[in-house]
């Protein structure tokens, strides 16, 4: 089947700034008081670490004349601040990881918040492995930044001015020495980060498409396998992750070479300093203990700054990251609740009004969907909408349930305009059963209870029984407990339909809604059901969708449409004494029945 065009992965905007990780701050906002506790541990270990070198020169200047007991307490002092170090760097890295779980889980739970309330519209330019992709690798990236990279970049950060301040009061020359090389050291950096972030991005969107498209075949492998398109989807599959492949190898190449680079200029300089310090202290400029004291401050300054380039490549990534999940949670959606929303009427039976709806999808702007229907359904009617595939029914049961607003003209419940009501009002009073029903993966006793999650026991076996699925769930190895699998796949699709049927009695809803419920159900298993949607449909306004036009003859009014306009309405025996499609669709329907029998 052809797809919509989507747009390619290169033609996406790179990550422009390492400021969107300032996003981030609404999340980590109500974490307020564990940020100030892992900064001041951060700060002590830092501030303990700047002290070592001291007490590292005492002892090496004070080591041939220096008694035995003094160099005791030397080494007691630097075991102490040894301990110190220990137990801050292990508050530190409890309350940073700690804290970036927190908040990566809000923000997984914020984007899953944002999705599982979009429309059709959003997901007909919008693969769900793709979202599912930023959720889970975009969100990773994330959690290695708040729960790593931070702490460490302002560890580093801090250990570099500290460095450089106990650096100059060591020794200013051999200082002023060391800052000339800086400049050299932060122009790779620069230039070859910005690469580094573009290349970021562009990695983690083939990440996504290789995650879609995985997400896509897996779901759909019996009808891969049924097509013999293994090859195909194989090669498809491969052919992504081999992109996503090269982009990484491309952008670890970079990075490899701004790290070659870096540390490069920064130990050839420390080699330089180190030799002019080595003449110093030979014409007593200096003594050995303050040499010493200066180098393990340049390496530490020198290791902070090989640090913060390592972690700028992971900020650059996780800035790309959190621009990805903003733009989820910032998506726009073209079917909002009102500022101000009216109360969806909750009286046991609803009138449904189309008044003069004409109904577009954005995937296909220059053919109606609907064009200019007006439908009129009372309170407690059970009306059936039928007619040839394209010509409409599906778009009303969509539009009725607001998935979709109409481009011109209203749908009204009991006279209320459905944009003026919020979605989640509208759809408590609408009990639906989809033509592919929808099963969880969880048990057969909890899908059914899907549709009233505060339902007893007695009324979940009452929706059962109604639905004549009671007999194969307990025929089946726990009864109703038993794990119906990942989408339903140890059921068949009568009993996946019959489930799905069950919680719509089970919902207990003033409208129900039926679009091809009974179309996997062998004869037997219809009739029951035919039945049980019968005595349901008695006190509520009922909507059935179906092809099969046996399920609808006892409809109160049966609706055809055809190329999205209402062509006919009324009885199935006036519609057949008329003649037109109607009678066409009976004829060769019954007749093929007949001749089947």
Request: hydrophobic letters at 50%.
């Amino acid at each position: 089947m052809a797809r919509a065009p989507r747009p390619s992965f290169e033609d996406r905007a790179p990550s422009r700034r390492v400021g969107a990780l300032a996003a981030l701050w609404p999340f980590m906002r109500p974490y307020l008081g564990m940020m100030i506790l892992a900064l001041g541990a951060l700060v002590l270990t830092a501030g303990v670490s700047l002290m070592l070198p001291i007490a590292v020169r005492r002892v090496v200047d004070h080591f041939g004349v220096a008694e035995t007991q003094l160099l005791d307490q030397y080494f007691g002092a630097a075991l102490a601040i040894v301990a110190v170090l220990a137990l801050g760097t292990a508050l530190r890295y409890y309350l940073v990881t700690r804290l970036g779980e927190r908040v990566v889980a809000d923000i997984r739970a914020a984007v899953f918040d944002r999705m599982i309330g979009m429309s059709p519209a959003v997901y007909e330019r919008l693969m769900t492995g793709e979202v599912l992709s930023r959720i889970t690798t975009d969100t990773t990236l994330i959690l290695s930044v708040i729960g790593s990279s931070v702490s460490v970049a302002l560890r580093n950060l801090l250990m570099l001015l500290g460095g450089l301040v106990l650096l100059l009061l060591t020794s200013a020359k051999l200082t002023g020495l060391v800052l000339l090389i800086v400049p050299a050291i932060v122009i790779p950096i620069v230039v070859l980060g910005r690469r580094l972030r573009r290349m970021s991005r562009e990695n983690q969107d083939w990440i996504a498409a290789s995650s879609g498209a995985a997400s896509e075949s897996l779901l759909a492998a019996t009808t891969v396998q049924a097509f013999t398109a293994e090859a195909p989807t194989r090669l498809r599959f491969r052919d992504l992750t081999e992109k996503s492949f090269d982009s990484a190898r491309a952008r670890i190449g970079v990075r490899a070479v701004m790290t070659a680079i870096v540390i490069f200029l920064i130990f050839s300089g420390v080699v330089g300093v180190l030799w002019v310090g080595a003449r110093d202290v030979q014409s007593g400029a200096m003594t050995i203990g303050s040499l010493v004291q200066f180098v393990i401050y340049a390496v530490m300054v020198a290791g902070a700054v090989g640090s913060l380039t390592e972690v700028w490549g992971e900020v650059q990534r996780a800035a790309g990251a959190t621009e990805r999940l903003v733009e989820l949670l910032n998506l726009a959606d073209t079917i909002q609740d009102p500022p101000a929303p009216v109360p969806a009427p909750s009286l046991a039976t609803a009138e449904v009004t189309l008044d003069n709806v004409t109904f577009r999808y954005p995937t296909r702007p220059d053919r109606s969907a609907l064009s200019r229907v007006s439908l009129t359904i009372r309170p407690g009617e059970t009306v059936a909408l039928v007619g040839p595939s394209g010509g409409g029914k599906t778009t009303v049961i969509q539009l009725i349930q607001r998935f979709w607003d109409p481009q011109d003209g209203a749908v009204r419940i009991d006279g209320v305009d459905l944009r003026t009501m919020s979605r989640d009002s509208l759809r408590r009073q609408i009990a639906l059963v989809p033509q592919d029903p929808v099963i969880f993966a969880d048990t057969a006793r909890a899908n059914i209870r899907f549709g009233r999650p505060d339902a007893t026991e007695a009324e979940i076996e009452a929706a059962a029984r109604a639905a004549a699925a009671h007999d194969f769930l307990m025929a089946l190895p726990q009864g109703y407990d038993t794990f119906v699998g990942e989408r339903g796949v140890m059921l068949s699709g009568g009993q996946k339909q019959r489930i799905a049927i069950a919680r719509a009695i089970l919902r207990d809803a003033p409208l129900l809604l039926l679009d091809e419920a009974t179309s996997a159900l062998d004869a037997e298993s219809e009739r029951a059901v035919q039945q049980a949607v019968e005595a349901l449909s008695r006190d509520r306004t009922t909507i059935i969708v179906a092809h099969r036009l046996a399920t609808v003859k006892r409809a109160d009014r049966i609706v055809v449409l055809e190329d999205g306009q209402v062509v006919a309405q009324g009885t199935h025996d006036a519609l057949v004494a008329q003649g037109g499609l109607y009678a066409r669709l009976a004829r060769l329907q019954f007749t093929e029945g007949l001749a089947a029998e």
